[in-house]
């Protein structure tokens, strides 16, 4: 068999010279990126300085920003629009759903699916699941299928927060969204026990920075330019108009407004007695 010119075995010995890098892991983001995004680049832009700190290139220490704001704001585009734009300056980019103990568990699924597979291709011909699973930090908790084993105790999240912890992976983001209620789950028991990565929390709490221990930015409503250019990019092209139907349009309009006006002059004007209906 064949593949792009190479034969089976051509393509073996092809992939087996590709090096493979532990922990720069492919993105993969709930949603794609939004081509209609615009505006917010001054939030973004603190995003990235909280991650910066004082230097040029992101901190080993671990960082969190809090996005707080009404809901429906744009908090979570807002994090989804940096991590596609700072995902190839990332070793990996992660997002888990943070409403309650389902969507966390959904996402660290997909999280550690996505793992399994990024570590499959580290030994090629057949992946070795059983090293794999020590690879991982969860050994035993993958089968001869490659399934993960959710039943052993360990919930899925605490396998995600283990291999984010390990030595030497230092440069992943991870995106908290919607971490509104802290009843059912503390946020030290959410983050990584790790002191690295860097973490971009989404919530209507505003006081979620401080539990998280993290830099807190509020967002308001988009500024008025950027409106318009969502509105531009968003709604579909306008009719063309030719520009004698634009003046046209434009005389009956002034015309429409000065009958409004007279109609309404001439009311006031019987209403004060100065002008018999």
Known sequence: MRFGGLTEEGMLVFQQSVAFSEFRVPTKLPLPQDPKFCGRGDILAQIRQCFLGEGTEISSLRRVVVL????????????????????????????????????????????????ICHYATKYRGSADFPRIAADLGVPGNINSSGKLIVDTGQSVWEMVRTWLSKDGNANWCLVIDGYDDMSWLNPLDLLPPCRHGNIIVTSRDREMAAHCHGDFIEISEIEKASGLDLLVKGGSSPPQISHEQTLTNFSKGINKTLDDLTHEGRKTLVTWGLLTA
């Open 68 to 115: 707080t704001g009404l809901g429906g704001i744009g908090k979570s585009q807002i994090a989804l629009e940096y991590a596609y734009c700072y995902a190839s300056q990332d070793s990996s980019v992660f997002w888990i759903n943070a409403a309650n103990k389902e969507t966390v568990d959904l996402g660290s699924l997909r999280i550690m699916e996505n793992l």
